[in-house]
């Protein structure tokens, strides 16, 4: 497995990351906890050094299933977790990045990953109603305490990504980003590399749609929040799935799959990008790390840009109270 280094922090993360929260949440039925051990193990395996996980997954039991899976060679990987929602009767009621509470993740995050330190520590979502300031140094005091080795954020806006910076520097910022959500490309990466932050890339296969299994007949389980996603109704389906079909076609000419294209397309981008693809299929992980073989010269490059500028994508991402959440 190729390293890449997120910015100019210095932290070194294999080329592919692995997005934990399909194992617990949100994408159906979890994985068991033989599954979903065995799945992080082999993607350790596999040579992936860089996992994604958060309090809310679950919420609570992803943190512990990624402790349990990666106790034996915690000193070989990188865990990122995340703090900034409060919770009410196991269910999501809200932001909270209060200094307090912030320190109270982090304590109970420790110990359910088993370890003594979180690598890479994100501000969730961005809480309007604590100055950012407060947050980064609140990190900055966990960083010099040990706890805490490098500070993140997810989905906040570039005004507050700079305020940030300034307190605690930033070592990756996390947000949608792919072949199908390119909103990044406008003003965030440009950002993120004059100011030397990594970028992070969740849902970087579309949320499954990329990979070209996905149409207007699939149907998910109950459990599955792409039910709720505006993109993802049968009729945005339907109309995407002109998206995904130029896609097999590029993919077929590369000998990849779509999923390999996309992340090879990500790739390419920028050397201080590092996607986070999950899976609960070891078919899927091999597949996926597979992308990192797959060579797109400049003129590949262009002719997918072309090709897709041409295909509109139909659907929002989110619902509107979770859109209401991003670029804080």
Request: proline letters at 6%; a neutral charge.
């Amino acid at each position: 497995m190729q390293k890449r280094t997120l910015g100019a922090s210095g932290l070194e993360v294999s080329a592919l990351g692995f997005g934990c929260m399909g194992i617990s949440a949100s994408y159906g039925q979890p994985l068991s906890y033989e599954d979903g051990i065995a799945m992080m193990r082999a993607a350790v395996d596999a040579g992936v050094t860089f996992f994604d996980t958060a309090e809310s997954y679950g919420p609570f039991t992803n943190e512990a299933l990624v402790g349990d899976a990666l106790r034996p060679v915690r000193d070989q990987v990188v865990i990122a977790t995340k703090f900034g929602f409060k919770f009410v009767d196991g269910k999501t009621a809200g932001v909270d990045s209060r200094p307090a509470h912030i320190r109270e993740v982090v304590e109970a995050s420790l110990k359910r990953l088993r370890t003594d330190r979180i690598d890479l520590l994100y501000q969730h979502r961005v809480d309007p109603d604590v100055p950012i300031e407060d947050v980064a140094g609140t990190v900055k005091d966990l960083v010099r305490e040990g706890k805490v080795k490098h500070f993140g954020m997810s989905e906040a806006g570039l005004a507050t990504i700079r305020r940030a910076h300034a307190v605690l520097p930033v070592a990756a910022v996390q947000s949608e980003y792919s072949l199908w959500w390119r909103e990044p490309e406008r003003e965030v990466l440009p950002t993120l590399e004059e100011l030397g932050i990594g970028f992070v890339p969740f849902s970087p296969l579309g949320r499954g749609f990329l990979t070209g299994k996905i149409d207007e007949n699939t149907t998910f389980d109950a459990a599955d929040f792409r039910n709720l996603v505006p993109r993802f109704s049968e009729e945005n389906r339907k109309a995407n799935v002109a998206f995904v079909e130029w896609l097999k076609t590029f993919a077929g000419r590369k000998h990849a799959t779509p999923a390999q294209i996309a992340l090879a397309w990500l790739l390419a981008q920028k050397p201080w990008i590092v996607p986070i693809p999950g899976t609960t299929k070891v078919s899927r992980l091999q597949e996926n790390i597979g992308a990192t073989s797959v060579r797109l010269d400049p003129e590949d490059l262009r002719t997918i840009d072309e090709a897709l500028s041409k295909i509109p994508v139909h659907g929002d991402r989110y619902v509107p109270h979770l859109q209401a959440l991003v670029g804080r």
